[in-house]
């Protein structure tokens, strides 16, 4: 049999079988008769198209549209696998399903690696309709699949864009909002040194809320800026000495620690890949936090790490007044506060910088403590794969 024979689609009604467009690749009427008949058994109406070379394949499947291919193995000048290599021409994914006479396991073991999605006999050919049914089922959730993987990289990248976006903004308008604010803070102090006294009690009173409230926002407006920049002006990733870091942010805390008795007990710090500022910014805010919130004992802060497979575990613990289980998440949120500002001072920003640094490296930041029993901060940095440190582990 030579070119194309097509038999036209029935229009589905109600309790009808489901409608099937078909294309089969053979050579042979009586054979894709037995094959048609299998499936209208009982079990489908279908539209079919048969043909047996190349050229004829090609201009069935466009003008067609099958929602499944079945190709006899072996034909005079053409092998039904090489359907296969066609429709990934095309960018279709069709259901490709081997029907033929006489077929090793070998053989279709390999049709099946090459991308068929299953084998029939034909002195077998009653298992043929629950072989496409399934084939068009596993097409149909694999096509649900890819939608949803679509959707979700889409939403991710509009996350990213949305993002980088409020980054932006927030950098922005904290940098410019600075020099008006400076103006209203210096002459609201201005106002209230000048005419302290002279006015009425509700004009001093009404000066210093404002007074206040201009320098409040413009720490505020500083923490922002800080939050922002992390990740924008990254500087270049070098093999830092955690121990040289710490030292340095002992330097910077120093009048604290003074303040407070503060006793800080480093451990087998390592060397990581990082930014050096950030990583002393990390330290910084999570030793401060402990002396900020420390209890009635003078702080004692540990600072440790060990290597877990291709991370570094670090620890930060103090003997402080302790985080309650259900704000443990709460605290790495932007401008999040637990106390009130007259008990401790700050915006409650330290510790979202802290997770967006820890995050830029791909490592994550989380903390253990009851009330009255301290707080453990955990954060991971991962090793580089190329560093020695990696190659000792394998």
């Not at 299953?118 to 084939?135: C, H, I, Q, S, T």
């Amino acid at each position: 049999m030579s070119g194309a024979a097509t038999q036209p689609a029935k229009q589905p009604s109600a309790g009808t079988k489901p409608q099937l467009r078909a294309l089969l690749v053979e050579d042979n009427q009586l054979d894709a008769e037995l094959v048609l008949r299998a499936l209208r058994k009982n079990d489908f109406e279908v539209s079919a198209v048969i043909v047996q070379d190349e050229a004829a394949f090609v201009k069935a499947l466009l003008a067609h549209c099958p929602e499944i291919v079945l190709a006899d193995y072996n034909l005079p000048g053409w092998k039904g696998m090489e359907a296969l290599n066609v429709i990934r021409r095309q960018g279709l994914d069709i259901p490709l399903i081997v029907v033929s006479g006489a077929l090793g396991d070998v053989t279709a073991v390999e049709c099946i690696k090459q991308g068929a999605t299953d084998y029939v006999l034909k002195d077998g050919l009653a298992r043929l309709p629950e072989v496409v049914r399934r084939a068009l089922r596993e097409k149909h959730e694999h096509g649900l699949r890819q939608q949803a993987e679509k959707d979700l990289a889409k939403k991710a990248d509009e996350l990213a864009r949305s993002n980088a976006d409020l980054e932006q903004f927030a950098y922005v308008a904290s940098h410019d909002l600075q020099e008006p604010l400076r103006m209203v803070a210096a002459y609201t102090q201005l106002l209230s040194e000048r005419y302290r006294g002279k006015l009425d009690g509700d004009a001093d009173k009404f000066i210093g809320y404002a007074s206040e409230g201009a320098l409040r926002m413009q720490v505020l407006i500083q923490d922002l800026l800080a939050f922002s920049r992390v990740g924008r002006k990254e500087g270049a990733l070098t093999n830092l000495d955690c121990k040289e870091v710490l030292q340095e942010v002992r330097q910077t805390l120093a009048a604290a620690m003074q303040e407070s008795g503060a006793v800080i007990i480093p451990s087998n710090l390592p060397s990581v890949w990082a930014d050096r500022t950030q990583m002393a910014q990390l330290f910084q805010n999570l030793i401060g936090n402990a002396i900020k919130f420390r209890g009635k004992e003078a702080p004692v802060i540990s600072v440790q790490a060990e290597k877990e497979n291709d991370h570094w575990l670090f620890r930060v613990a103090d003997n402080g007044i302790g985080i309650a289980p259900e704000y443990a998440e709460n605290i790495f949120v932007v401008f999040q506060r637990l106390h009130a500002r007259t008990e401790y001072p700050g915006n409650g920003i330290g510790l979202a910088i802290c997770k967006k640094i820890v995050e830029r490296y791909g490592g994550r930041i989380w903390v253990e403590s009851q009330p009255g029993s301290g707080s453990t901060f955990k954060f991971t940095i991962p090793i580089p794969v190329s560093t020695p440190e990696r190659e000792a582990g394998k």
